[in-house]
């Protein structure tokens, strides 16, 4: 299969940008200090640098330093004046910490995360495309049983317009 970009880009021609996404979803644990193992494939797009905030949904999200940076380009655009856009600053910059990957492929998830999000030591990290999520496996056990079901799912996505 051939490469594209620059030598060294390990990318493939024919899937390009989509493996440049994050994907799947892993079973992880966490140790008494707080390092958990990022799934191999994760570690090639985060190893220029990332970021990990507080999510929306009682978990914790990471991104790359690329995608953190276009997030808070947009917030920091959003009015002052407005409170909806002062409390999203909050969530996200008071929340945020670099991340770095140790040589076995871990990062440190802050004890103030962990606390947030009532993480001990079990997680599941969920793909999202541009960024990855990392659950407690309670917290994401309770999301799934809140918004599973077909009709629900087609409600709820309707909206979207999601075409191919």
Request: aromatic content about 8%; hydrophobic content about 40%; overall charge negative.
């Amino acid at each position: 299969m051939g490469e594209c970009g620059a030598p060294g880009n390990r990318r493939s021609a024919i899937l390009g940008d989509v493996e440049l996404m994050f994907f799947g979803r892993f079973d992880h644990s966490i140790d008494t200090k707080g390092r958990m193992t990022v799934p191999v494939q994760f570690r090639e797009l985060i190893a220029q640098g990332a970021f990990m905030t507080l999510g929306f949904d009682h978990n914790l999200m990471v991104m790359t330093s690329e995608s953190f940076t276009r997030l808070t380009e947009r917030i920091n655009a959003m009015s002052i004046t407005n409170p909806t856009a002062r409390e999203l600053r909050r969530q996200i910059f008071s929340n945020a910490t670099p991340l770095e990957l140790d040589k076995a492929g871990r990062i440190l998830i802050p004890q103030f995360l962990r606390d947030s999000v009532d993480m001990d030591t079990n997680a599941t990290i969920i793909g999202a495309g541009l960024y990855f999520e990392i659950w407690a496996d309670q917290s994401l056990s309770s999301h799934q049983e809140m918004v599973k079901g077909e009709e629900l799912d087609q409600q709820r996505f309707a909206s979207l317009e999601i075409s191919l």
